[in-house]
């Protein structure tokens, strides 16, 4: 069975840094490509970053771009969002994703991931 766990989320002041976490187990996490994505409150869920599954290509929203940085440790099954320069729009539930299929690059559809992690609250105040 695969489980995603995230950690790390909280609440925060604008201008704060914070670290998300997801742990895989149940899939052989070094071949597959992971995303992280966001849904704010009362809005639709949204990309915010991919990497691919030899860590050699990420992707970021335009939104996060030269904010957040994700990377991955495959000797620990976790993947991380580092999120810098926290703004008040950034407040969501972040959630990260496996991809479908072995060895891709890390899209920015929601729809090419089969499973989830529960998501953890990010909350930034001005």
């Known amino acids: 069975q695969v489980q995603l766990v995230e950690s790390g989320g909280g609440l925060l002041q604008a201008g704060d840094s914070l670290r998300l976490s997801c742990v895989v187990s149940g899939r052989t996490f070094s071949r597959y490509a992971m995303g992280w994505f966001r849904q704010p409150p009362g809005k639709e869920r949204e990309f915010v970053a991919s990497i691919s599954w030899t860590g050699s290509r990420k992707s970021h929203a335009v939104s996060v771009k030269g904010r957040f940085t994700i990377s991955r440790d495959n000797a620990k099954n976790t993947v991380y969002l580092q999120m810098n320069s926290l703004k008040p729009e950034d407040t969501a539930v972040y959630y990260c994703?496996?991809?479908?299929?072995?060895?891709?690059?890390?899209?920015?559809?929601?729809?090419?991931?089969?499973?989830w992690g529960q998501g953890t609250q990010v909350t930034v105040s001005s």
């Open positions: 994703a496996v991809e479908g299929k072995t060895y891709g690059l890390g899209p920015e559809s929601p729809y090419e991931y089969d499973f």
